[in-house]
């Protein structure tokens, strides 16, 4: 007699072909789990306040894991005098898109699980004391697509950073132009371009931070316009990406092609940063470009950078590998 396996595949072979009438609780989770999570990298299991310490850089591999844009603030800028610029900018949907769901639809779907009206942020602040206009995308919004909103942020920003005589840094985290915008999407990149040259003829440094990923139409415009390009770790930073270029030239890529790497040796970016040395990294730069002192003294909003002691107790990491076979439906 054949042996069935405790596995609750067999359970699930069956319930794929009868539903079952009584919906299992599918989404059993412990409340531990949620304090941890999986480094995609080397699969070690990161408590969260410990990843949030170390500016969700795990410790294990240094894998960079992708922040919001309100993190990206907060990890970036003094905590005194931060201003967003620009919050009322929401999207519209002239061509009327709609693919398998309405443009307008997706929008809202976007709006909601990431709390941003779009997939950019511009806040005015400084970085030690250094004054600058800083503009982040929100990957969690449509993969950090450029539609109209974000190009406008974009420029806007850029503009905003002329009128305040201060630098202009971006962190780009993008899939590209948005294709639900069609054509408004792609003039993005001139709009994005030719607002930059107003802050080149003010002499002002714009400072383009690359990090996982920056694709398509972004890195086409704005983000290698960088009097100074650097990027973090690792990161995927392409035109079109290597799935797409191995299909077309039908030949294996290169060992971490379209890195950060890989470019850096390739002469496409000026460093590479760690996410630790980042804020110290552009209060540096931009005060040697625009001569305004760095503070000596951090502000009190400066997100520690050594880890703190670790707290006395802390629930043991779970096996995050069981956790996702108890996730499957079992009933
Ligand atoms: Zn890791």
Known sequence: MAVLPNDGSTINWLTRIIKPKIKGNSKRTSPREGLWKKCPSCGQALFHTELE????????????F?????RRMEMTLDSDGREELFPALYPSDPLKFKDIKRYRDRVKDAQKSSGTNDAARV??????GVPAVVTSFEFGFMAGSMGSV????????ALAAVENKCGFITFAASGGARMQE???????MAKTSAALTKLEAAGLPYISVLTDPT????????AMLGDVILAEPNALICFAGPRVIEQTIREKLPEGFQRSEYLLDHGFLDAICHRKDLRNTLADILSRLTGFPVETIRTSGDVPLKPKPEPPIEPPAPDLRRAEADAEPSS
């Not at 992708?66 to 309100?70: A, F, P, T």
């Not at 806040?123 to 030690?128: D, H």
């Not at 069609?182 to 993005?188: E, H, K, P, T, W």
Request: overall charge positive; charged content about 15%; glycine content about 14%.
């Open 53 to 64: 310490r170390n500016l969700d850089v795990c410790r294990h591999c240094q894998h960079h």
């Open 123 to 128: 806040v005015k602040g400084s970085i030690k």
């Open 215 to 222: 694709t398509g139409g972004v890195t086409a415009s704005f």
């Open 150 to 157: 974000v190009g406008a942020k974009i420029a806007h920003g």
């Open 182 to 188: 069609g054509i408004l999407s792609l003039m993005q």
């Open 66 to 70: 992708r922040v919001s844009s309100m």
